[in-house]
Structures are given as structure tokens and as C-alpha cells.
């Protein structure tokens, strides 16, 4: 960051300035898109130092950039990433508000694509095999998302900030797995359970939801953003987070290079564990999922007062009403349903404590007071803070299923997806460990459907308890072990390098019943996560 804040040029432009006395492009003539995050990172790098060179670069690089979209519009990724920038111009226009920000923000909206529009009339319902290009792009997708909530700030319309709800509705309906997130390797790819989703796209995801929950309120999201987060976020590195995958998959038996593959138009490394394995956007980018995750847990309302979004360990200093507020929470949280809210406080001003959708039977408790919680919506607790204050509140978790692809089932618990322990051996491909290349192969028998009873899943599923360790998210530190019956399903086979899609129709099996055992779909390696379910036994 000293060497880019030292070596802006006279007009403002930073990076790449080539003239074209030699032959070469000047920046007009570069794709914008570069710029976007490093904005980002100069926002967030001064909101760590308050260093008083940075607003300076960015107004001047912005104001360059501005005099640069007249004579050459958006194109490539920059118009398809517009949103980006724009958020980057609200945070600048909040400490600084000068006419020509909003301005910039209005020439990026009219020159971007128009995410709202391609969903509303969404003319990609099946795996993309032809027609590919930048707007079945699957991170573009993931980026896309955040649009209606950074038009809603400039236009003010309640539709705009809407739309959202239908946008994800038809990403669920075409694309959809059951972590909440959508399948690309590299484009949509409907809904068959092994077709891979891309690492980038899970962490612009949940940054496109955190932004799309600050501006419109809306819980559901909050309910989604914590899917996302225990479940697709660490299921597609190590737990060691030296290695990662470029696609993850829900049904994910075999990580291993081949000519012969499901994706869309991936290449043949694109689901091993490694350093940059495909291409390396998910290895610069994956790491900001856990920050960004951790500085969105808790938000403050305009009006003064803080609000829960998501649920995890961590503290807050912050000031309301001029006066110093600490929150302290404390959980075991995705994997336990209790969390304790401590809060050192004096003054009256509101928490908003969010009540995931799933949970029946929630309660805060302060002291003695008991009250229960409606679910799927904000608790507004509105108090005369006084000292220390430790607030209780309950979640209680039930296993449900939803069905699936081929009508197969996938289980849940509290924001947490189960599946299938698939025991793995890792072959070291190329590299040195720890930043090494593996593939992975099964060492034990993957292909399972369920013999339950969908509707009375607290008596079919019985669930073991585990000290929470160090490394939660790993096979052997799962916390929650989940035992199930099932019956191997022998014609339920691996085709091109992938689980075959979950076998159609009614399911028998002559094999013998056994006990299988689910975990966590963020402590697995190797899964399976969406079952065909036996009929009859």
C-alpha cells in the first residue's frame, strides 16, 4: 500500500499508464475492473490507519477515471462489476460529499449491466452449454447480487431493494444447492448436486448479502449469509487453509485431475486441493471470506443502537450516544443453540437481535425474564442499559429435510447442512507441503440412499455430541455426529471424475442396512450430501 500511495501519477491514475508514443495502450483503453478493488482494499486499509494520504489517491484517481468513462464507456468485467465501485463511491461520499462522487456513481450505474433486468427476464434456466460469456459467468452472478441494494441508495425505490427476494428465488429454482449457494464451473450449471460451485463465487456471495442486509433490513438474509458461511465457505479449503479448490461440490466422492469432467468448461484441476489449482482469482480472493464475515456480524442502526446479524464469538467497542458500548458474545454457535450476549453499557438505545427462520421455540432470557422470540424476523430489546447486562438467547435446532435433485433428500439442522463422512487418503500431486497440490480419493463407500422417515426425522436421526476443538470445520474435529440408516445403492456410480446425479424414481435396495454417519458439510473433504431415499426397504 506505500508503494501505490507513492506512485500515483500526476493525473491521478494509478497502475498501468503506457503511451501510446510507444506503441501502447493508455488506460481508457484498459478494462476498468482492476481499479474496483483496489478502491476496496484503500477504503479498508484507511479505516485500519486513518492514514491521511489515502482519500487524497482515491479522489484523484477517481476523479481521472471519471474524465476517462466520457471518451471510453465500461466494458468487459468493469461494466458487469460496476456495483463494486459504487459501493466505493457511497463510503468516499459519507466522509466526503462533493456532487461529482454521485455523479460517477450515476455514469457507473448507466454504463453497468443491469443484473435486475437479466433476472427478470432470465433466459438461463439449465446448464450453460453454449452462450457463454460474461453474463452466465458464475462470480459475476455472485457480485450481481449486491445490485439492487446499491441502486435502492441512489433511486430510493422500494422495488429496486425487492427485487432481491425474486433474483434469489430464481437463482434457488434454476441453480440452487442446498447450501444456499448456486452452481458455476466456470457458468450456471444447474441443479445436478456434483456440478462444482467456485470458491470466488462463494466469498462474493456472502460479501453481496452483507451489503444487500445493511441496506434493506432484511433477516432472511441473515439466515442465508450463515449457510453460506459454516457450510460452502470452509468445505472448499483444508482446515488448515493451505490448500484450497476452485469448485466445490454438494456431491463431492472423487477430487482428481481429468480429461473426462462434469463442469461446464473448467479445467481437469479445477476440484483438487492446492495452492492455485485452475486459476488463481480463488487464491487471492478466498481469505476475505472470514474477515469480511467477522466485520459484518453486528451492525448499527442509524437512529443509534446496534443490530445481530449473524451469530458468532466476538467482541465490539464501539459508542452510542457519545457514551463507550462493549458487546461480548459467547457461543458454541453454529454448532450449539445457546448464545450469550454480554453488554457493558449506560443509556437507552435498542439492540436488534436476530431470530433465524429455521428455530421453533426460541427465548431471550435476562435474569429471571424469560420472553420467546418470533422466528424469521428482528427482536427489538429496548432497555435502560446499566453496567453489565448478560442477555440469553435460545435457538432450538430440529433436523428437516428438503427434497432435492431426482427428488433426493438433503437434512439440516440450525444453519448447518449434514452429510455423508466419506473416510479419504491424499495423494501429494505436485509442490511442496504445505503449500502443496492434492488429490483426493475415497476409502470408503460413498454411494448411500437413506431409509428414513422424512416426517419424524427427531426419532429416525440420532445425534452425538463432541468437545468443540481447535479446528472445528475438519473431519476429526466435528463437533456433531449424526447417525442415520441407509443401504448402499450399487448402480449409483461415478461418471466423468463425479458422482453420477442421484438415482430417479423409486429406490430399492437388496444391500444390507447400515449405520451411517453425517457431519457438518463444512468438516468434510469428501461427501455426499443430497440422498435418494429408499421407498420401500
Known sequence: MDYILAHAYEDGWLGPNWDMGKKRLVPKDYDMWPTFPLMKAMAQYYEATQDERVIPVMVAHLKRMKALLVEKPLFSWGMYRWMDLNLVLYWLYERLPEEWILELAQTSRAQGFDWQAHFSDFKYPEKVMTDRGLMTHGVNHGMGLKQPAVVYRLSGREGDLLSIRSILETLDRHHGQVTRMFTCDEHLAGLNPSQGTELCTVVESMYSLENL????????????????????????????????????????????????????????????????????????????????????????????????????????????QSKPVKIHVETEYPFDQKILITVEAEGTFPLLLRVPEWTEGATLAIGKDIQPLAAGQFHRLERNWSGTTQVVMEFPMKFRSERRYNNSIALLRGPLVYSLQVKDWWKQIRGEAPHADWEVYPISSWNYALQIDPGNLEKEIRLQRREIGDCPFSPEGAPLLAQVKGRQVPYWVIEKNAASPPPAGEIRSDMPLEDLTLIPYGCTNLRVTEFPLITEP
Not at 233 to 241: C, G, V
Not at 261 to 266: C, E, G, H, S, T
Not at 269 to 290: R, V
Open 213 to 320: 442486509i445493511a441496506t434493506s433490513g432484511f433477516p432472511e438474509l441473515g439466515d442465508r449469509l450463515e449457510i453460506i458461511a459454516f457450510n460452502a465457505l470452509p468445505a472448499t479449503f483444508k482446515p488448515d487453509m493451505w490448500a484450497h479448490q476452485y469448485d466445490q461440490q454438494a456431491n463431492q466422492v472423487l477430487c482428481r485431475i481429468s480429461a473426462d469432467r462434469v463442469y461446464v468448461d473448467n479445467g481437469p484441476d479445477a476440484n483438487i486441493f492446492g495452492l492455485e489449482p485452475n486459476f488463481g482469482c480463488c487464491t487471492a480472493n478466498f481469505s476475505q471470506g472470514w474477515p469480511k464475515l467477522a466485520s459484518h456480524l453486528w451492525m448499527s442502526l442509524p437512529e443509534g443502537g446496534l443490530v445481530a446479524i449473524a451469530y458468532a464469538p466476538c467482541r465490539i467497542q464501539t459508542e452510542i
